[in-house]
């Protein structure tokens, strides 16, 4: 699995007509995370982190780009900007116990509502799935509709629970 996610790459074609490539994160990628990062507003890097960040450690660094496509695996959009290809947003997961990962998701402002999220979610559940994984969980702030949205979308069996100032979601993939 390891090297079959780790050169993932899909095309798809977005409602509004736009292309994105959903991809694996690759070392390379560090100046466009950092500016994909800088375009985001603190709303949107509070729902992602639960507080707002602007600048990260070379260990936090490390942590978000260093991926093994084992335990811990990351894709992200890559659309076309100016002539350029950029992140427009990224979702990862991270084994938190034998088939049972922790995922998080962030698309760069400019991007939301435009079906960007949903993709990498569907990627994203695809490895996942190929990995043998049975669940995929998540912590969502109450007031992230956005997010709440997209995992209701994906016709799997959810489960939610309150805990102290976040929804615990478990998505089944079996």
């Not at 790459?9 to 800088?38: K, N, T, Y």
């Not at 990498?120 to 956005?146: D, F, G, M, S, T």
């Not at 709440?148 to 994906?154: A, D, F």
């Amino acid at each position: 699995m390891h090297r079959e996610a780790a050169s993932y790459s899909a095309d798809e074609r977005l409602a509004d007509g736009c292309r994105v490539e959903i991809r694996a994160l690759r070392p390379d990628d560090r100046s466009a995370f950092l500016a994909a990062i800088g375009q985001t507003s603190a709303e949107s890097l509070y729902s992602r982190f639960f507080g707002v960040r602007r600048a990260f450690t070379e260990q936090e660094m490390a942590f978000f780009l260093d991926v093994d496509f084992v335990t811990h695996v990351a894709l992200v959009a890559v659309v076309e900007e100016g002539g350029r290809r950029v992140i427009a947003g990224g979702g990862r997961y991270m084994l938190v116990q034998p088939g049972k990962a922790e995922m998080a998701f962030a698309v760069v402002d400019k991007y939301q509502n435009k079906g960007i999220g949903t993709a990498l979610l569907r990627h994203l559940v695809a490895v996942a799935r190929k990995a043998a994984l049975q669940q995929l969980i998540a912590e969502v702030l109450p007031e992230n509709l956005p997010m709440l949205k997209l995992i209701e979308k994906t016709g799997l069996r959810i489960t939610k629970k309150r805990d102290a100032g976040a929804l615990h979601v478990t998505l089944d993939l079996a």
